[in-house]
């Protein structure tokens, strides 16, 4: 019973390439939200994702980050032309239902893609 | 001031000890409460969640919210160097919201 699959777990680019960062969420979960951690800020969020649909990308900037969450496939986060301040550790969570509520639904966190730009 | 506030540690105690960590919040909307760990190198894992105030207890952990004073707590009894890890309060305002985490708070339990 597969968890949350990020994938690569470490990518390297450039300042200026593009960085796409793909999670495959646990099967039949049908939330996706994406997060950024900083050594000195903690978890920070980006964006939370329905299937073919953004809910909530209140926590992405504005410029060079989109997501993706298709009928089939994984979910995407790009970043094109990447600076060195997009280095961080980038972590997808799932989860089956909303957030929040009477029923515990927990989101379910995968093991993170590390982005170094040199 | 912040949304969410945690002291960072890092925090060191013995085998055994008890150990209490803590947030605090500045947004009274707040109100469904949880408590992360996160081993190095891994994906935070849920440990506690609740909702309004009160108290909950599961096996050597036990969760606090206070929403009178914006603070929760988090207390592991008996505590063992598995415990070593980070842990990251979380709270959400409405049910659909973006879950809100706090910085995180380095536990070290020395054997």
């Known amino acids: 019973n597969a968890g949350v699959m990020q994938n690569p777990r470490h990518l390297v680019r450039r300042r200026g390439q593009e960085a796409r960062l793909r999670c495959s969420p646990v099967?039949?979960?049908?939330?996706v939200y994406w997060y950024r951690q900083l050594p000195e800020e903690g978890l920070k969020f980006m964006v939370y994702?329905?299937?073919?649909?953004?809910?909530?990308e209140s926590g992405m900037p504005k410029e060079r980050f989109s997501a993706e969450f298709p009928k089939e496939g994984p979910s995407i986060l790009r970043i094109q032309q990447v600076v060195r301040g997009d280095s961080a550790a980038y972590f997808c969570?799932?989860?089956?239902?909303?957030?929040?509520?009477?029923?515990?639904?927990?989101?379910?966190f995968g093991n993170g893609t590390r982005l170094t730009v040199t | 001031q912040k949304e969410v506030e945690q002291d960072p540690g890092p925090l060191s105690v013995p085998e055994g000890a008890i150990v209490s960590l803590n947030c605090t919040y500045s947004?009274?909307?707040?109100?469904?409460f949880m408590w992360y760990r996160q081993y190095s190198r891994k994906g935070p894992e849920l440990l506690m969640y609740?909702?309004?105030?009160g108290n909950k207890e599961d096996g050597r952990f036990t969760a606090q919210v206070d929403k009178s004073s914006k603070y929760i707590s988090l207390f592991i009894r008996d505590s063992q160097p598995s415990d070593s890890a980070t842990y990251l309060c979380?709270?959400?305002?409405?049910?659909?919201?973006?879950?809100?985490f706090g910085k995180g708070t380095t536990l070290s339990v020395s054997s």
């Open positions: 969570a799932s989860s089956p239902r909303t957030q929040g509520g009477s029923y515990n639904s927990p989101l379910h």
């Open positions: 099967k039949g979960h049908s939330h």
């Open positions: 994702l329905q299937k073919e649909n953004i809910i909530d």
């Open positions: 947004n009274s909307a707040f109100q469904y």
């Open positions: 609740t909702y309004s105030s």
């Open positions: 979380a709270m959400i305002a409405q049910a659909g919201t973006a879950l809100i």
